[in-house]
């Protein structure tokens, strides 16, 4: 398969067709209410690796939270964790909150313009800052996610693995010689909407593509080739058990996560690995863990599966009853009542329990 870059078409054509598209087509959603660069760098972080229909409610309640930089920068982290809950990827947020302090403390609370300068910002890697550049103050920078590098592929016949880091290169070296000059922020926001719309990973919609006449793929039925993509490793599955523990008010207790490595800084019941899930090894192991002596119900209550880029949590929950619980880990422990497991953040999975086990929903 042949290179094609951006010389080997209308350029022109290309640009006016998939803007004229985007104006007429794009999704009615919030971040699109106008162009603040905060609004907009809020909406790529959430974005990352999380559909658009699961991050809208997020969204607007973020922005009800923490309407402005100032706001978000005088947050604390189980405040940000806790209108995060139910997202995922956790350090997202806290890089953000890091990088919008620094904003406040060293920009006068302005959002970066230049490449070099938003670029510095923790968190914010080379498409977050052409997005935010892009659409937020209309330069023409590029913003190479998922999304694009398919639709160039196809449109391009570009054949680079997408999945290894340095093909990114080459779609950003290709998109400064594509992107309209005139128009960079709808350029970049047609070309994410076609791709997500349109120029789908599976049965691309062709027929009705606006830059159909100018798609390499399409001429050559090439569409369903492109893009090359090696597969990812399979996640690797680890059982768990998670208990439910109650003292004799019929507190609760959970843990603190450490404030590194997964679901950094959340809270959960007490959980670790196991291999045979006997009784024996549940009370033994919540003693070694936790410092807790209890009795287990041998039976587990719920069973959950949950699954990360690398692992799969398969989690059997177990409730327990217990008189106290000595810290004996890094990780603080705390005795609550049900009411009060609202104020704290939770991974996904822990909150199936609280639903399921706990409140019975």
């Known amino acids: 398969m042949e290179l094609r870059c951006t010389e080997q078409i209308n350029i022109q054509a290309f640009r006016s067709q998939l803007v004229s598209w985007f104006y007429h087509n794009q999704r009615d959603l919030p971040w699109r209410e106008n162009r603040d660069p905060y609004r907009v760098w809020v909406s790529e972080i959430m974005l990352q690796q999380t559909r658009v229909d699961t991050v809208i409610p997020f969204y607007l ?11 978000l920068a005088d947050a604390t982290e189980d405040e940000i964790l806790k209108a995060w809950e139910g997202l995922g990827y956790y350090s997202r947020v806290r890089n953000l909150q890091t990088a919008v302090r620094e904003v406040v403390s060293e920009y006068g609370g302005v959002v970066p313009n230049t490449r070099e300068e938003i670029s510095s910002l923790k968190g914010v890697g080379p498409y977050t800052a052409g997005a935010i550049l892009s659409i937020a103050y209309n330069k023409a920078e590029p913003a190479v996610d998922g999304n694009v590098m398919r639709v160039l592929s196809r449109v391009l016949l570009i ?11 080459t779609f950003e070296n290709e998109l400064y010689e594509l992107i309209d000059p005139e128009d960079p922020s ?65 507190e609760l207790l959970i843990e603190k996560r450490s404030d590194k490595g997964l679901l950094a800084g959340l809270w959960q019941f007490p ?17 070694a863990e ?72």
């Open 61 to 71: 309640n973020f922005m009800r939270q923490f309407p402005t930089l100032t706001a």
């Open 159 to 169: 054949d680079e693995d997408i999945a290894k880091a340095k093909t990114r290169k």
């Open 186 to 250: 709808a350029f970049n926001q047609g070309l994410m909407e076609l791709g997500a719309l349109v120029c789908t990973p599976t049965s691309p919609g062709c027929l009705l593509c606006p830059v159909q006449s100018e798609c390499g793929a399409y001429k050559q039925g090439l569409q369903n080739e492109l893009p090359v993509k090696s597969k990812k490793k399979k996640a690797i599955p680890k059982q768990m058990a998670a208990f439910i523990v109650r003292n004799k008010k019929g």
């Open 271 to 287: 959980n670790f690995e196991v291999f045979k899930g006997s009784q024996q090894e549940l009370e033994q192991g919540l003693k």
């Open 290 to 361: 936790y410092g807790i002596d209890a009795y287990t119900y041998s039976d587990s209550v719920q069973k959950i599966e949950h699954v990360f880029s690398h692992i799969i949590w398969n989690i059997n929950v177990y409730e327990a009853e217990a008189e106290e619980a000595i810290t004996i880990k890094e990780t603080p422990l705390r005795w609550v009542t049900e009411a009060e497991l609202e104020t704290f953040a939770f991974p996904v999975s822990h909150q199936k329990i609280i639903t399921h086990s706990i409140r019975g929903e």
